[in-house]
């Protein structure tokens, strides 16, 4: 029997690549949010949920904040900006590097405006000096009140309980939310579709990634333990198509076991995947297909 009694809503963000969703899946304790080396790997938000004592927080794991270059740049770009609102809290997430660059001043003049509690999370502290975290610190403390400043390492889990303990403070008495044993509002159709994208992330060089979507046409479960999962990949060049499947098929191969892999892990049964690869030129930059591709804000 669930003892929530409070509940916290956090937001989370920053820059491109800078580990939001390595933090958000180790503050859930399971593998929710893509992660990649590239940037721009999260283009929707993402609510992960987890329990701590008689909390149930709730976190919006969003998209890079970046400039746009497509319509699909433009979505992504909006999904963080209204994150930023209504919520109990924002984590700022940024590198150990004493500059305030576009992103996080953007990010911080919206803090401002919605006079918002904050918490500056500095992520990758394994890689820097004292001394140089420091400064870092020092910079973020002149340019907005932020409630504290925690060093931290999303990959290593250094700094995470002092986090939770911040995080802690914000939350209200309320209802619970999300019933237990939920770690995120995904859908399991659209978990195994960003499965998919994360192993072209993880595979394909240059802009190639970026210019694949990922459709799930079939999900179903057999009587025997068996979920059949039918996928269509589509990308923006007939020349993109080719290395997607590679010589032989050997690089959709490879994707589609990956694939399979982590599909399995997340739902513990077996599973049966299927691909296609589909051309649709310019997808990125028409509202029709980013909307049936699930990047819709309406």
Same mark, same amino acid.
């Given at each position: ?172 008495? $309320?209802?619970? !939310? ?7 509002? #995904?859908?399991?159709?659209?978990? *195994? +579709? &960003?499965? @998919? ?51 032989? $098929?050997?690089? !959709? ?7 399979? #892999?982590?599909?399995?892990?997340? *739902? +513990? &049964?077996? @599973? ?27």
């Amino acid at each position: 029997m669930s003892n929530i009694a409070k509940t916290a809503m956090i937001t989370v963000c920053g820059r491109p690549n800078v580990g939001k969703s390595t933090l958000t899946n180790a503050l859930v304790g399971e593998k929710i949010a893509i992660v990649s080396s590239k940037p721009q790997t999260t283009r929707n938000r993402i609510q992960g949920v987890y329990t701590r004592g008689d909390t149930q927080f709730i976190l919006l794991d969003t998209p890079g904040l970046h400039k746009a270059r497509t319509r699909l740049g433009d979505y992504m770009v909006k999904v963080v900006r209204e994150s930023i609102a209504d919520v109990d809290a924002v984590l700022l997430l940024v590198e150990p590097i004493a500059n305030i660059g576009a992103p996080e001043q953007a990010i911080i003049d919206r803090l401002r405006q919605g006079r918002l509690p904050a918490v500056l999370v500095i992520n990758k502290i394994d890689k820097v000096k004292k001394e140089e975290l420091l400064e870092v610190m020092a910079v973020y403390s002149q340019a907005y009140p932020f409630d504290a400043i925690i060093p931290i390492s999303a990959a290593t889990g250094d700094g995470l309980e002092d986090l939770q303990a911040q995080m802690a403070r914000y939350a209200a008495p $309320g209802p619970q !939310l999300f019933p237990d044993g939920v770690t995120t509002d #995904q859908p399991d159709r659209q978990v *195994m +579709g &960003e499965i @998919v994208r994360e192993k072209l992330l993880w595979n394909l060089e240059k802009e190639i990634p970026h210019g694949t979507a990922v459709e799930v046409t079939k999900f179903s479960q057999r009587s025997n333990d068996i979920i059949d999962v039918e996928v269509t990949i589509y990308c923006e060049k007939a020349s993109h198509k080719g290395i997607i499947i590679g010589r032989h $098929g050997d690089m !959709l191969k490879k994707i589609s076991t990956q694939a399979r #892999q982590d599909m399995e892990k997340f *739902m +513990g &049964e077996k @599973v049966y995947l299927e691909t296609w690869v589909k051309v649709k030129e310019n997808w990125r930059d028409n509202v029709n297909y980013i909307k049936s591709f699930g990047y819709d804000d309406q």
